[in-house]
């Protein structure tokens, strides 16, 4: 299992919209083979900023699965109007179990 952890930064005054977007926005992320769940969240210090979190099976089933399908196309058609600038996504795994 890997985390994809993505960083948006959202227009001024957009919040509402982006998160009315990203609602139906996340049923297209959630169809694809390999996704396992996500969150979304808001920076409580700068409420333009928001991560969301993103667990696969493989990093493939983000990059290939979903990112190369025409879901990500929608999925970004939703959301591009509200991004300030580009976003931005690294991929991360567990080291250490909790104990």
């Given at each position: 299992?890997?985390?994809e952890l993505a960083h948006f930064?959202?227009?001024?005054?957009?919040?509402?919209?982006?998160?009315?977007?990203?609602?139906?926005?996340?049923?297209?992320?959630?169809?694809?083979?390999?996704?396992?769940?996500?969150?979304?969240?808001?920076?409580?210090?700068?409420?333009?900023?928001?991560?969301?979190?993103?667990?696969?099976?493989t990093v493939d089933d983000h990059?290939?699965?979903?990112?190369?399908?025409?879901?990500?196309?929608?999925?970004?058609?939703?959301?591009?109007?509200?991004?300030?600038?580009?976003?931005?996504?690294?991929?991360?795994?567990?080291?250490?179990?909790?104990?």
């Open positions: 299992m890997i985390l930064r959202i227009v001024p005054g957009g919040n509402a919209g982006f998160e009315a977007a990203y609602a139906t926005a996340q049923a297209l992320l959630a169809a694809t083979p390999g996704y396992l769940d996500h969150e979304l969240q808001r920076c409580i210090e700068d409420a333009s900023e928001y991560r969301l979190l993103v667990h696969w099976n990059m290939k699965g979903f990112r190369e399908s025409p879901r990500f196309v929608q999925w970004r058609a939703l959301l591009q109007p509200f991004f300030a600038t580009a976003p931005s996504a690294l991929h991360y795994e567990r080291v250490i179990a909790n104990a």
